[in-house]
């Protein structure tokens, strides 16, 4: 489904095309919006988008995960959207809270291992394809794939055969706590994975986009698994996700 705006600011010449996906919007005030965009050309960048140059349109289509093409204004280091075309990512509107939730949880993931103004042709495709598979499959799978081929993208992905998984406890607001390492640890409890969940875990990481594979997922290895990431991108990133606390559904019970 496809949504187009356009948006034309005179006045202003614009200086440099780029084409990328919208991670964040954020309302700075009643005539400004701050767009963090995934760019193919540079990466993370920041713009401004001012009232001036909404147009007839207005700013609706603007919104997380949406492709799209513009055209800045730089002056002392601060991007200005001059003009633009958007594809609006309409999935989103026909989301669950949770669906909704885990489209969230990605974007947080990808901010928290990503710096802004590296180009990553990998990262930009792999976020692309994220945002065009949640229009069509399972949100929740479809997140727990792309968050775990995400920390294969950045390096931080772990040695599967090899890592062991170590219970802590319950931490930020009650979410089990796991931590992954390859040697003893006295402070946390080891957990012991069966070779069924690590052949699963190396599937969601291979899995080919662009296919009708089916992955065959028991519920209490996807819970597990989907847990395992949230704590492994803390561990990586060294800062704590606050999005999936708003799921409904809950991440697993202790072990």
């Known amino acids: 489904v496809t949504a187009m705006a356009t948006s034309r600011s005179f006045g202003q010449r614009p200086s440099?095309?780029?084409?990328?996906?919208?991670l964040a919007v954020k309302k700075t005030s009643a005539k400004q919006l701050v767009l963090t965009i995934l760019t193919h050309q540079e990466g993370i960048l920041y713009v401004l988008a001012r009232r001036s140059t909404q147009g007839k349109m207005g700013y609706g289509a603007l919104s997380p995960l949406s492709?799209?093409?513009?055209?800045?204004?730089?002056?002392?280091?601060?991007?200005?959207?001059?003009?633009?075309?958007?594809?609006a990512n309409r999935r989103l509107r026909d989301l669950t809270w949770d669906g909704y939730v885990y489209s969230q949880i990605f974007v947080e993931m990808v901010l928290f291992l990503t710096a802004s103004g590296e180009k990553d042709e990998e990262l930009y495709r792999l976020v692309?394809?994220?945002?065009?598979?949640?229009?069509i499959k399972d949100v929740r799978i479809v997140t727990v794939i792309a968050g775990w081929q995400l920390l294969a993208l950045t390096g931080f992905l772990p040695e599967t055969d090899?890592?062991?998984?170590?219970?802590?406890?319950?931490g930020y607001?009650?979410?089990?706590?796991?931590?992954?390492?390859?040697?003893?640890?006295d402070d946390m409890a080891e957990l012991p994975l069966t070779p069924a969940v690590r052949q699963t875990w190396q599937t969601l990481i291979g899995y080919p986009?662009?296919?009708?594979?089916?992955?065959?997922?028991?519920?209490?290895?996807?819970?597990?698994?989907?847990?395992?990431?949230?704590n492994y991108v803390n561990q990586c990133s060294e800062r704590q996700m606050k999005t999936p606390e708003l799921l409904k559904t809950g991440l697993p019970p202790q072990p």
């Open 16 to 22: 440099r095309p780029y084409d990328g996906i919208i």
């Open 67 to 87: 492709e799209i093409s513009f055209d800045v204004f730089e002056k002392d280091g601060v991007h200005t959207l001059t003009e633009y075309d958007c594809r």
């Open 128 to 135: 692309r394809l994220y945002g065009r598979a949640i229009e």
């Open 162 to 170: 090899e890592a062991r998984i170590f219970y802590r406890g319950r």
């Open 173 to 185: 607001c009650d979410q089990p706590v796991y931590y992954i390492d390859y040697q003893d640890r």
């Open 209 to 230: 986009w662009g296919t009708d594979e089916k992955i065959n997922l028991r519920s209490g290895d996807l819970r597990f698994l989907e847990a395992l990431l949230y």
